[in-house]
């Protein structure tokens, strides 16, 4: 069992020199931080929005790695795997990572249609990204593995269909970063709406390996007014991906347990 944190992702840098080089070169590129902070200034300075800021898509990374992670271990081939586009399960990690860390970018630009923004405005940081990360990866394969990073931040829209497991497992990791660091700028800013106020209650997110199905995930909070977030934002984006049977969700409150989902 591990915590959704923005800290997660080092353990997977930790095994995996591409997936490090990956996640230095967008921690490190000056466009990509440069639209990461606009996309907090809209979201939050302007909108009184929750976090979509740096700390959002290193908590989101962690996320998808981990449940990426625990779906492989469980015996679900990645999607560009399964079709060539990836040769090994670390280019597969490749786009899932990518696609986590730039799928709010197009709040730089505005909320509205962010998603679909963002996959236009992540073009270019991909195609760069891969010749520095998976330089022996060139023509059509490359430009088909941008294609798959794509989809996936397009496919982040709560009503759009999530088409491949990578697209599914980042769509799930946005929707699991719901505790209340997340809500507590906007509340502090005077946003008291029920997305901060549950998102306040929620004090914990874990990630782990299910009992009935591959991925369980556990949300602790301290009154009922989270579930509202479980409810209208994580169930949501979980249901429009085609991984969505490979998830539980659990709802703890005290003593008290309660399955969300299924």
């Known amino acids: 069992m591990v915590m959704v944190s923005p800290w997660l992702v080092k353990k997977f840098l930790e095994s995996s020199e591409v997936l490090r080089s990956a996640y230095e070169f967008l921690e490190a590129d000056e466009e990509v931080q440069s639209l990461v902070e606009m996309a907090n200034i809209m979201a939050v300075?302007?909108?009184?929005y929750n976090d979509h800021g740096v700390v959002h898509s290193r908590i989101v990374s962690g996320a998808a790695l981990e449940i990426l992670d625990l779906l492989t271990r469980a015996g679900v081939r990645p999607s560009s795997l399964e079709v060539g586009i990836s040769r090994s399960a670390e280019e597969a990690a490749v786009v899932v990572l990518a696609s986590a860390y730039l799928h709010d970018i197009?709040?730089?630009?505005?909320?509205?249609?962010?998603?679909?923004?963002?996959?236009?405005?992540?073009?270019?940081?991909?195609?760069?990204?891969l010749a520095?990360?998976?330089?022996?990866?060139?023509?059509?394969?490359?430009?088909m593995l941008r294609q798959e990073v794509l989809h996936a931040i397009y496919a982040?829209?709560?009503?759009?269909?999530?088409?491949?497991?990578?697209?599914?497992?980042?769509?799930?990791?946005?929707?699991?970063d719901m505790a209340e660091g997340r809500a507590r700028i906007p509340y502090k800013l005077g946003k008291i709406d029920m997305h901060s106020t549950s998102a306040l209650s929620i004090k914990r997110v874990d990630i782990s390996a299910g009992i009935a199905r591959p991925v369980s995930i556990e949300v602790y909070m301290d009154n009922f007014a989270g579930l509202f977030q479980v409810e209208a934002v994580l169930k949501p984006k979980m249901v429009t991906t085609r991984i969505a049977d490979h998830f539980e969700?659990?709802?703890?409150?005290?003593?008290?347990e309660i399955r969300v989902y299924p």
Not at 119 to 127: C, E, F, G, P, T
């Open 45 to 48: 300075g302007r909108l009184r």
């Open 106 to 129: 197009g709040n730089a630009v505005h909320r509205v249609n962010h998603e679909f923004v963002g996959s236009l405005l992540a073009k270019d940081i991909v195609d760069r990204m």
């Open 132 to 143: 520095d990360v998976l330089p022996g990866v060139e023509g059509k394969r490359r430009r």
């Open 156 to 176: 982040t829209e709560t009503n759009t269909q999530a088409l491949t497991v990578e697209a599914g497992v980042v769509k799930v990791a946005d929707g699991a």
């Open 249 to 256: 969700v659990l709802v703890k409150v005290g003593d008290k």
